[in-house]
C-alpha cells in the first residue's frame, strides 16, 4: 500500500534527515519526496497497519514536520 501525505519538509537535507529517521524505525518502508509539489509530498509504501502509521505521524511530530494525509 502507497500512503501520499502533505508535509512542511522544505528542503532535500530535511527530507533525508526525515527518511532516515523513518527507515530507522521500519527499514522496509520505501520513502521518496516530491519537493517540487506545493504540498511537499512525501510517499511511503509499504505500510501494513495502524501501528507504522502511528509511529510516522509521531516522528514527524517530534521532528516539529507538519504531516498530513492525503485521500
Same mark, same amino acid.
Given at each position: 500500500m502507497i500512503e501520499i501525505f502533505k508535509t512542511s519538509v522544505q528542503n532535500d537535507l530535511q527530507a533525508m534527515v526525515v527518511k532516515k529517521l523513518l527507515l530507522k524505525q521500519n527499514p522496509s518502508l !520505501?520513502?521518496?519526496?516530491? #519537493? !517540487?509539489?506545493?504540498? %511537499?509530498? #512525501?510517499?511511503? %509504501?509499504?505500510? %501494513?497497519n495502524t501501528d507504522d502509521m502511528s509511529s510516522v505521524f509521531k516522528t #514527524?511530530? !517530534?521532528?516539529?514536520?507538519?504531516? !498530513?494525509? #492525503?485521500?
Open positions: !520505501e520513502i521518496n519526496f516530491d #519537493l !517540487e509539489d506545493c504540498d %511537499k509530498i #512525501l510517499r511511503i %509504501k509499504n505500510i %501494513k #514527524l511530530y !517530534e521532528t516539529g514536520i507538519y504531516i !498530513e494525509m #492525503l485521500p
